[in-house]
């Protein structure tokens, strides 16, 4: 089955840098992207991965394992507007137009 | 400004009627995407479609019906058939064919609640 888990809540503070970790178990892979999403607004793209290893970009890195079914989202030097929910979302092989598989989202809150 | 936009942004309808959400894309994209997303779940796919005049039911299909008569817009409508309804209804869009970094954009959303 396809299957994409992420913690629903996280909680960090004001300048540090939290890990909203990723793990998926899907029939296909082409590729990871993390997505962010505030409250009743659209989901703004983060990042790709599709090749092991670590994107950097700016304050936002993430990180991807295709072995372990892992990736994550490092964010650093947290400000109050990086509250959001971070989506995780595996696209899929297959001839459903490069389908997003998503996790449910994580609930970020930045604390002063 | 390229981007894609999503009539009207709440909506609001009476059990038993059909309502249809507006989806319009000026970039380009040949494939577009409806989700459906509901509080604590993630988004799922409901209908997509990667060419005019042609579309493929996703894992949500029930209850709802599409149309793509023109590349920049893809309607969907919410039938009387679709038993739990009330949700935010995202549509998206991307260039194909499928290419390393092709991310999907998305519209702002329409929050769709039946009374």
């Known amino acids: 089955g396809q299957n994409i888990d992420q913690p629903t809540e996280m909680t960090a503070t004001e300048g540090a840098i939290v890990q909203i970790n990723c793990t998926y178990q899907t029939s296909g892979f082409n590729g990871l992207f993390w997505y962010q999403q505030h409250a009743g607004e659209a989901p703004t793209f983060l990042s790709y991965n599709v090749l092991d290893g670590l994107e950097e970009k700016g304050r936002f890195s993430s990180f991807l394992s295709r072995s372990k079914g892992y990736s994550y989202l490092l964010l650093k030097e947290l400000q109050m507007k990086d509250s959001a929910s971070y989506l995780c979302?595996?696209?899929?092989?297959?001839?459903?137009?490069?389908?997003?598989?998503f996790g449910q989202g994580t609930e970020l809150s930045v604390k002063p | 400004d390229g981007g894609i936009t999503q009539s009207p942004k709440y909506l609001f309808r009476k059990e038993g009627q059909n309502v249809t959400l507006s989806c319009e894309q000026n970039?380009?994209?040949?494939?577009m995407y409806w989700y459906r997303q509901d509080p604590g779940q993630g988004l799922r796919l409901i209908y997509y479609?990667?060419?005019?005049?042609?579309?493929q039911k996703g894992d949500i299909a029930e209850g709802y019906s599409v149309s793509r008569e023109k590349k920049e817009s893809f309607p969907l409508t919410v039938t009387s058939a679709q038993k739990n309804p009330t949700a935010f209804y995202l549509c998206?869009?991307?260039?194909?064919?499928?290419?390393?970094?092709?991310?999907?954009?998305f519209g702002p959303g329409t929050r769709l609640t039946v009374l």
């Open positions: 979302a595996v696209r899929d092989l297959g001839n459903q137009g490069g389908k997003l598989i």
């Open positions: 479609s990667q060419i005019v005049n042609d579309f």
């Open positions: 998206a869009s991307r260039r194909l064919p499928a290419g390393p970094n092709n991310e999907q954009f």
């Open positions: 970039l380009n994209h040949d494939a």
